[in-house]
């Protein structure tokens, strides 16, 4: 499924339903390589998603940039600071705990309880 980015106004993602709202000429029956892009429209090239380290990095998707003429999809990669490591790893840990809890008390039969 394409995303689309609304020249006039930057909203991004759109979709072909958000479109049809706009246009609602086009039917439901033209969709993927028959869809029609209005002009205030343009489709952005999909880009995946790089690599990254997830214990101390994010992936974030920027708004579209024009590359060569072609609307593209940008990732920035961002490091988290050791504050933001830190509280990451405090909240896994919480979940952790708790759902080793959870397990102790499932492993108990109802007359147990």
Known sequence: MSTYLKISTMEYPRFEGDIRLDY?????????????????????TEVPCPTFDGATQAAIQLMPQQIDGVWTMVWEIKNYTQD???AIYAANEEDRLRRESQMDLNSFTEQQL
Do not use: K, L, N, R
């Open 24 to 44: 609602p000429e086009i039917t439901e029956d033209q969709t993927g390589d028959t869809f029609p892009c209005p002009a205030d429209y343009v489709v952005v």
């Open 84 to 86: 933001q490591i830190d």
